[in-house]
């Protein structure tokens, strides 16, 4: 698929088929994480790729909205803190590295017919807990990663002038 299709066809899809991820799709999916470029190509990042039936029922305290049990796979994406660049004002690009990497993920996903959809407003203590995530790494964002069921119409954007500002 080619890249502008990608981007005009990911949505955010939350209701998905219980069909399997196939091996190498995933695997083409994580390493297009692993390309992602990164500040001073640090990449403190790791994933976390959840199967288990059990693991997945566990994570359903960790994000009330959703049962995830019917995603064949969540993906939880980590930073490491201490490994990530500092800009010298002392800001972590931790957050930018990992959303890169994430986001590639998701594209790949997209151009693979999979369906994704970034997870913020987990607990993370309970996320940290049930994936048995040391404190020096941090989960930032959770996908599912499956089939869609449904696939959603496309959601508001701002108009481009709006959120340009061009200096000439
Ligand atoms: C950083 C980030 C966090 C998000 N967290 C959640 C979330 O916790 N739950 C959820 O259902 N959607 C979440 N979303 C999805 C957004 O709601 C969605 O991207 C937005 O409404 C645009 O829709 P679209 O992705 O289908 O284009 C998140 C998106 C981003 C980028």
Known sequence: M??????????????????PV?????????????LAPSAANRQPISFIVVKDNNIKQKLKDAYLRNGFLQRPIIICACGLPDKAWKRGDGKTYVDVDVTIAMDHLILAATAEGLGTCWIAAFKPKVIKEVLNIPNNIEPLVLTPLGYPEVIPEPTYRK??????REIK
Request: positive net charge; proline residues 5%; charged residues 45%.
């Open 2 to 19: 080619e890249l502008y299709e990608v981007l005009n066809k990911r949505r955010s899809i939350r209701a998905y088929k219980p069909t």
């Open 159 to 164: 108009p481009l002038e709006e959120i340009i």
């Open 22 to 34: 196939e091996d190498d799709k995933l695997r083409r999916i994580l390493d297009a994480a692993r």
